[in-house]
């Protein structure tokens, strides 16, 4: 059973940081990509960030130069670093663990809320 538990998130000024946190149950070496994505009311689920086994990793536009993604194995955690906040930041955050083999297969944790106030 995959567990994965998110922190970090809260209220914050635009401008202001936040560091979210997605603790895994096991090794994250397992998961061929771990991320993060948001969502908002009425709104589909969408990625942020990113990051392969290799270390590589990916950023949806809107956050590439504020966000950073990382991770340390040894924890089994994976960081969302979020800086110069903007209201439209503002959702759910929620890790996800994704294996794909022999088949694609998500996982996901229980959520943050991020609310960044103007």
């Known amino acids: 059973q995959v567990q994965l538990l998110e922190s970090g998130g809260g209220l914050v000024q635009a401008g202001g940081s936040l560091r979210l946190s997605c603790a895994a149950s096991?090794?994250?070496?397992?998961?061929?990509?771990m991320g993060w994505y948001r969502q908002v009311p009425g709104k589909q689920r969408e990625l942020v960030a990113i990051?392969?086994?290799?270390?590589?990793?990916h950023y949806t536009d809107s956050v590439k130069g504020r966000f950073t993604i990382s991770r340390e194995i040894a924890k089994s955690t994976v960081y969302l670093q979020m800086n110069s906040l903007k209201p439209e930041d503002t959702a759910v955050y929620y890790c996800?663990?994704?294996?794909?083999?022999?088949?694609?297969?998500?996982?996901w944790g229980q959520g943050t809320q991020v609310t960044v106030s103007s």
């Open positions: 096991g090794s994250i070496l397992r998961f061929n990509v």
């Open positions: 996800n663990a994704k294996v794909l083999v022999p088949a694609t297969y998500d996982y």
């Open positions: 990051i392969g086994t290799d270390g590589s990793t």
